[in-house]
């Protein structure tokens, strides 16, 4: 999809504010109501915006740490990989999984309340999940920047 200055002035601002009206985003981005909400309507369809989320404090949700957790599968076969993907699906306290190049193969976001809550997941799920060689974590000490906005070209 082409991006025009418009298209890309309403994605920059349903980033900052989901719920802003559609008469205050037109405003805006300087174009009528009717025409602003097609070119909402387009990206949705076309699958740039995903959908909407409410962004939730992890403090305040009882999570204050962020958890990096670096994994090496015992073999890379098609299936070991899809095992290990589904199952870490399935673990709610892991924010992101990445399929990594270099030493080790997965990097996992996860967030905990604690030492202790880390060793629980740590025991009965990371150690257990398909596939799994080695697991070797790093406990942020400070979040020093994070943002869900993506540059918008």
């Known amino acids: 999809m082409e991006l025009d200055r418009y298209d890309r002035a309403i994605l920059r601002l349903l980033q900052q504010d989901a719920r ?3 008469t205050l985003l037109a405003e805006k981005v300087s174009l009528s109501e ?3 909400l097609r070119r909402v309507r387009a990206l ?8 909407y989320t409410a962004l939730i404090d992890q403090h305040k949700a009882g999570y204050p740490v962020n958890v990096f957790v670096s994994i090496t599968l015992d073999r890379q076969s098609q299936s070991g990989l899809e095992a290990f993907e589904n199952a870490v699906r399935k673990i709610p306290e892991v924010m992101e999984c990445y399929l990594m190049t270099g030493e080790h193969d997965y990097l996992l976001r996860l967030v905990v309340a604690d030492m202790a809550d880390f060793e629980r997941l740590h025991n009965q799920h990371l150690t257990r999940l398909p596939s799994v060689a080695r697991v070797q974590s790093s406990f942020a000490m400070r979040t020093v ?8 070209r």
Do not use: K
Not at 44 to 51: D, F, H, Y
């Open 20 to 22: 802003i009206t559609n």
């Open 34 to 36: 009717s025409a602003c």
């Open 44 to 51: 949705e369809e076309s699958g740039l915006v995903q959908g």
């Open 145 to 152: 920047t994070r943002s869900t906005i993506l540059p918008v």
